[in-house]
């Protein structure tokens, strides 16, 4: 079965991510946007195997993101999904990253975006948070540090940063981005637990908690 292959293929390339995109996080996303495509009558095996593979072609984890392209499109041929099947996860995979900013019409791509970002947000993103900035060497806070607005994909990927911007800087966005209704109202309680951890933070940080 292709799904079962996929999650094969997926959990080989990603066994020793520690950036916060391994496996549990992909499957996290996948079981999330499973359920959103029941609730959207939207194809459930685009928007599963889209899920399952939203992060191999990611910048943050590979060097060549033209050549896992074109990795994921000999894979998906070779499992004999359809040529027109193959092009919609390719392009939803490519177009739902944060740092792209890419306008969605596709509700496959819309679904699979919806659910990656309730898997930033709340208590799972706030730990990948942590996770990722501690894998890039920045640090959990710096006052010194600004936080940034407009930025460019370099900016964003190479600028100097910490974990606790990274909250202003992308998920306090997140949540009036989302397309789904449902994805709107789960993102509702988990954006309110990480302005209440940001609030524990802060006071802890100047020594009054």
């Known amino acids: 079965m ?23 996080h992909i499957d996290r996303v ?5 359920m959103l495509a029941e609730k959207e009558n939207a194809d459930q095996q685009i928007v599963e195997l889209s899920a399952l593979l939203h992060d191999i072609i990611d ?29 919609q996860v390719v392009s939803i995979i490519q177009s739902i990253s944060f740092s792209k900013g890419h306008q969605l019409s596709l509700l496959e791509a819309k679904i699979v975006q919806d659910a990656d970002r309730l898997d930033a947000i709340g208590a799972i993103g706030i730990a990948r948070t942590f996770q990722y900035s501690g894998a890039r060497n920045q640090p ?26 990274h909250f202003y ?9 989302l397309h789904t209704q449902t994805a709107k109202e789960v993102a509702e309680k988990r954006h309110a637990l990480m302005e209440q951890f940001l609030d524990q933070f802060f006071q802890e940080w100047e020594g009054n908690a």
């Open 30 to 34: 996948r079981k999330v946007a499973v």
């Open 140 to 165: 959990i806070y710096d006052p010194t540090l600004s936080v940034r607005g407009q930025m460019t994909k370099e900016e964003y990927r190479h600028g100097k940063s910490s974990a606790i911007n």
């Open 59 to 87: 910048d943050k984890i590979v060097e060549n993101e033209q050549e896992a392209v074109e990795e994921v499109e000999k894979f998906l041929n070779e499992q004999g999904l359809l040529e027109h099947s193959i092009h």
């Open 169 to 177: 800087e992308k998920l306090l966005q997140l949540k009036d981005g």
């Open 2 to 24: 292709i799904i079962e292959r996929t999650e094969h293929w997926v959990k080989e390339r990603l066994a020793h991510d520690t950036t916060g995109h391994d496996w549990y």
